[in-house]
């Protein structure tokens, strides 16, 4: 049977073998949120990038630049990080250079994995079925916040670990973790997460509409994927 | 307010600064229990050893040598890893030179803090006491598993948040996992960790006994402190 395993924050990838793997890397607020809707209205390819930097460079060569650090968007950059920016005809057949404080950094440190596709609760349901027919093991890699666990990241994992309980084994014990605390929040996650930090943090940046939306499970059907360095779908 | 934080596993210990904290040590399967119990009948003093070579040296100075690796007694030593050895005249007055898989390492690596203590269930609300009483913020080192987290420190971890939580504010997001954890398993810790792979791993070396021990809650009211490289009480 195969197996999955989470990784709660990048800072314990060494731990794992990846070359056997589907890694799916999850940032739930914002970045992977954004990208999934970004191909779902049609974005033609992203780029991650881990520098703000190189990210300007891509500009040159007919990106857009997009993300954050610290929760707020770059300044001189086209595009924050909320999903709301990545809709309609502002991304359609658009290429994107998207660089953020967490998520594009959890991208660049799986590269060794067989595959790395890019989940969040938006596309849950279409990673499920991705991982289900796939015959590579699986690790949830959660973007975290600065090295640390977070509790958004935590939550998809355990979904994902949920739907997929009858067909793959678990690996350790952070994939019952991250279980636990999905079926206690499943019901109402937008409270469960209010006394997370990360919300605390973000709610002061008044984006309660992003929360929202990110936390709403199948919004789209696309399944994100990184070849040669850039993401199609 | 004093602040409360975790750190899951020692991989992340770098993350943290620890010259402020009171550093409480878990490793609930079983370093910590055995490291409880033997000051409970007692011990004179423990000394932490991350490797086994050293430990076999201090016998020399008068030491029991103590220890397991993956679970198991190491060859050649006094005692193995089973709070049932560390009781009654067996270590009354006696100096032990303790080596473990993961809790000693722990201990090892948090050695810049301001204070380490020593915790487990059996201790509980006696180490809740402790941090009450002390002036430094709080980092919860669990001790985990080669690297990774487990379930068992995490509910210990747990289980000190949700009693100090009227009185000690909360860092990040890790406290509230590892409190939403324990509130889902105080009521029956043995069947909640009965799907953890440490359990089902010390399962196969026949302790179940040892195990419903260590989640036993305040059976000791010790509190073992490292002093000058040496645990005492």
């Known amino acids: ?18 070359n056997d793997k589907t890694v799916v890397v999850v940032d739930i607020l914002r ?18 990038i881990a520098n703000q930097e190189e990210c300007n460079q891509m500009r ?18 086209d595009k924050g990080n909320s999903p709301f920016e990545y809709m309609g005809t502002e991304v359609k057949g658009k290429k994107i ?36 027919f796939s015959h590579n093991n699986i690790l949830v890699v959660c973007a ?13 994992a355990g979904a994902l670990v949920e739907k997929l309980k009858n067909h793959i084994e678990q690996d ?13 929040a499943k019901d109402n996650m937008v409270d469960f997460l209010k006394g997370s930090s990360h919300v605390k943090r ?12 990110c936390l709403t499970p199948d919004q789209y059907t696309v399944v994100p994927r990184l070849v040669n360095n850039e993401l199609l779908c």
Chains 1, 2 share one sequence.
């Open 31 to 48: 970045a992977t949120s954004c990208m999934v809707t970004a191909f779902a209205h049609g974005a033609e390819r992203i780029i991650p």
């Open 144 to 156: 975290g916040w600065k090295g640390k666990i977070n509790l958004e990241d935590s939550l998809f």
């Open 97 to 132: 250079a998207f660089t953020t404080t967490n998520g594009t950094l959890a991208i660049e440190k799986s590269k060794q994995a067989r595959e790395i596709i890019i989940g969040s609760f938006l596309n849950l349901s279409s990673v499920t079925k991705h991982l289900l």
């Open 60 to 77: 040159l060569r007919g990106y857009i630049t997009s993300g954050e650090r610290d929760g707020k968007k770059v300044a001189g950059f």
């Open 1 to 18: 049977m195969k197996t999955i395993d989470v990784c709660l924050t990048p800072e314990l990838l060494h731990l794992y073998s990846l």
């Open 202 to 213: 973000l709610n002061r940046l008044s984006i309660e509409k992003d929360i929202e939306f």
């Open 172 to 184: 350790c014990d952070s994939p019952l973790v991250a279980q636990h605390l999905y079926n206690l």
